[in-house]
């Protein structure tokens, strides 16, 4: 996994950019919503201030494979979820969440729009990959609209619910000719 050489990312609404120890009180409050984890693999519930202070700092540690950008609102610098890339069996695997209030209205969209677009260009990776839990129909859209191509269906340990799902797996090639 390349390092990031370019932390900061901006889309028409959004500012992707590292989370910072004054997002985590917004953090607390969007990821502690139920709805917001119950499909994630590792997000914890409750989310405790001590979840977030962990997540905060593991994003700037230098070995981390896990490379998370907060999501905010350009127009208000308003937190409202988080996005990134970690490494699943040498692949670069997507995964984002968006805080409840803020559903529905193209966020996670444009941000894993702008997100493949840094990974296909400034990171020069040629391939990602993603993963939704077959009930979560609002993901499997988000993904199909960034073109992501539907594949196997395999049933994975969800860590941090304790249970076993179904799970869709996706992946996005870099188009041909596209700058690396
Ligand atoms: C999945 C998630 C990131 C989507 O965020 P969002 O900002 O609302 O996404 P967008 O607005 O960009 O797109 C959502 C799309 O799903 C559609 N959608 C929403 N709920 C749906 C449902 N129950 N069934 C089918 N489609 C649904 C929306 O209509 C929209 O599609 P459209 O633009 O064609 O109308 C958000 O719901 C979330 O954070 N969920 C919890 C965490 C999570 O599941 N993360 C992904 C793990 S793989």
Redesign the pocket.
Same mark, same amino acid.
């Given at each position: 996994m390349p390092a990031y050489p370019e932390r900061r990312l901006e889309s028409a609404r959004l500012r992707l950019r590292p989370p910072t120890p004054d997002d985590v009180g917004a953090l607390m409050a969007l990821a502690g919503e139920w *709805? %917001?984890v119950k499909?994630?693999v590792r997000m914890p519930h409750p989310y405790t201030q001590a979840d977030g202070e962990a997540w905060v700092a593991a994003a700037h540690a230098p070995d981390t494979a896990h490379r998370p950008f907060a999501i905010e609102l350009k127009t208000r610098g308003t937190f409202i #979820?988080a996005i990134g890339l970690t490494e699943t069996d040498g692949a670069p695997e997507v #995964?984002? /969440?968006?805080g409840r209030p803020? /559903?529905?209205? #193209?966020?996670? &969209? *444009?941000a894993l729009a702008t997100l493949i677009d840094h990974a296909f260009g400034a990171l020069g990776l040629g391939r990602l990959v993603?993963?939704? %839990?077959l009930a979560?129909?609002? &993901?499997h859209? %988000?993904l199909e609209?960034c073109g992501f191509v539907r594949g196997r269906e395999t049933v994975e340990l969800a860590p941090a619910r304790g249970v076993r799902r179904a799970v869709v797996w996706y992946e996005l090639t870099r188009p041909a000719g596209a700058r690396a």
């Open positions: *709805e %917001v499909y994630t #979820g #995964g984002y /969440w968006i803020y /559903w529905n209205q #193209g966020y996670a &969209s *444009e993603a993963r939704a %839990v979560n129909r609002a &993901s859209r %988000v609209k």
